[in-house]
């Protein structure tokens, strides 16, 4: 891209790697990779968005012999499928991806979606087929919401590699607010079947995405370097950073990944995964990281986020909002408030204001968001009929206020801890245990929501104070629990949480680490080695002193 666009960034963007790093690097290629490859969160975003509106529609319930005896039992089942697939998901996608790529495992992951959305839409009128639709496309949306940030990290520069992974969620938002707008259009134009096949049919639109994008996409450096392919690392690098594969970016880039290969080899080892777990859950500095990282999930989810985000229409209509166009249009503007706070988040906020002052501030806001609308529902319930009275229209302002403070706090900043604070030798055990945590509360609290909106009071008001109880229990957790590790490094992780054995590995190491030196400032001879043959030397067993005495 041009001057201007790099001195855009580096307005926006502060730090000393957008100083040192040359600016050919932030090409339109990485962007277009990180666009293709976040097609991935759309997947889910769409389907969290789509499957709430087509479960109100008349002509659905008719189709598929749903009385308003059952609805609720059947939504819940409905809706909870998905995540179903999505857990059983993450516990398989992993090692997939270890072995065949990220790249081709996203694909898998699109095709796999692609089935799913086509068993939905089949034209069966067959609850059995729906459900089992509905899991298969969860094994698909499921590996993607893994893949995706995982993939991007590995591509982006790192000057601007939390922005780049933060498009996820953009994409996540943006796929809820289109598949609200779609819901909502197709009430408004169709009264037949296509009212609610259409929703279903468009969600493979970004999957179809996803798909010829990833077939475009280069595979990650990362993952090629792990299989010890360092001339089709340069080359993907190359590509990617729009500089000759002998640049000394390029160099650096690559003498980086085989330092972390190494060290990561000493770190690990011929470790287990009992051994692994023991260490975890047997030291105490590991144990405290791995509980704040699973309870961070769990309120996550607690905040009854993903309440609102699947059954947004029903909400909306237990606040007055008694036509099925007025919820699902008022569901398309909760869509649009999510996009552009989101958006800011990460454009003016998402490393400055630090994790543990965006989790408070955000847990009072949604707190006092959710007590709102329950004591609306409780003091003043609507009636079918009337008009909407004032305290209607401040409690439907709550809903759009907590879609923008949740992404100003729980929803991004619990993956940005969650990934940061683990010791190197536990972070994919750690960051995949709290994934597994997140997916399964996603799960129930999409089972029981419809029963709690149908039991907890008049229109449900029982479980806006159940969920504004949790975010305010919250704000303690995160004052007592959470301190700050905004900038901090991986030392300082372990020297917060507590020191573990897991360091002494790296201090025999005794020289200075070349590769946190800007690649302009190091020396000429470090870059005399060059080629495959620096590369194999760099990647063979033990290569990490003998190349350090190389380069010396």
Known sequence: MGKTWVKILRLVIRNDAMRDDPPQIYGWRVFALVCASCFG?????????AIGGILIMPKFMEDYHIDSSEKDILSENIVSTLQAGCVLACLTAAPFADKFGRRWSLVTAALITCIGIALQAAPTLSLPVLYVGRLVAGFGVGAASMLTPLYVSECAPRAIRGALTGCYQLFIVNGVMLSFWVNY????????RYVYLIPLTLQSVPAICLLVG??????????????NDWENTARILS????????HEYINHEMYGMAEQLEIERRLVGDA???TLLKEMWLIRGNRNRALISISLMVCQQMTGVNAINYYAPQMFQSLGMNSTESSLFATGIYGVVKVVACLAFLIFAADSLGRRKSLLWTSIALSISMFVIGAYIYISPPVQGQPIPTFGYVAIVCIFLFAACYQFGWGPCCWIYVSEIPSARLR????????????????????TVPTMMKNMGHAGYGTYFLFGSFCACMFFYAYLLIPETKGMSLEKMDELFGITEMLHVVQDINREDITRRPYSLRSTAEYELK???RWRRLSAGGGS????????
């Not at 590509?239 to 002998?246: A, E």
């Not at 002193?545 to 010396?552: D, K, Y």
């Open 239 to 246: 590509k990617l950073t729009s500089l000759p594969d002998d």
């Open 545 to 552: 002193q003998a190349s350090a005495s190389e380069v010396r």
């Open 531 to 533: 080629g495959e043959d």
């Open 214 to 227: 990833m077939l475009w996409c280069p595979e990650s450096p990362r993952w090629t370097a792990r299989q």
């Open 272 to 274: 287990t995964t009992w």
């Open 41 to 49: 969160g759309m997947l889910f975003g769409w389907d969290i968005g």
């Open 428 to 447: 994919a055990m750690n960051v995949a245990q709290a994934a597994a945590t997140q997916w399964l509360f996603n799960f129930l609290v999409a089972r």
């Open 185 to 192: 259009a197709a009430q408004y134009h169709w009264n037949d």
